[in-house]
């Protein structure tokens, strides 16, 4: 699978079932080329520009389940995932 084709696929947590928006950016090990966490800014944000100045950073241990639309995850503290955006300026 491509990373094009994940950033096409929504992210929803099944603990609450929310929405948590699109995959934006992938964190991988550079000496294994393993993925360790999926990137998912907040609806509507693109890191700053057009609103909200957060994203989730999900471990890649958290995903469930990856469908041909959906990326089910599995966070039992969403606020935890939550972090600034690294390029988010106001």
């Known amino acids: 699978?491509?990373?094009?084709?994940?950033?096409?696929?929504e992210v929803v947590n099944i603990c609450d079932c929310k929405r948590?928006?699109?995959?934006?950016?992938?964190?991988?090990?550079p000496k294994t080329g393993c993925i360790k966490h999926l990137i998912v800014p907040e609806a509507?944000?693109?890191c700053g520009i057009f609103g909200h100045e957060k994203e989730y950073v999900i471990p890649f241990e958290d995903v469930k389940q990856i469908g041909d639309?959906?990326?089910l995850v599995e966070?039992?503290?969403p606020k935890d995932?939550?972090?600034p955006c690294k390029?988010?300026?106001k």
């Open 69 to 71: 639309d959906l990326i």
């Open 44 to 46: 509507g944000c693109i």
């Open 87 to 89: 390029d988010g300026k």
């Open 81 to 83: 995932a939550e972090k």
């Open 75 to 77: 966070m039992k503290k």
């Open 20 to 29: 948590l928006g699109f995959v934006g950016d992938l964190d991988f090990d």
């Open 1 to 9: 699978m491509r990373f094009s084709d994940l950033k096409r696929k």
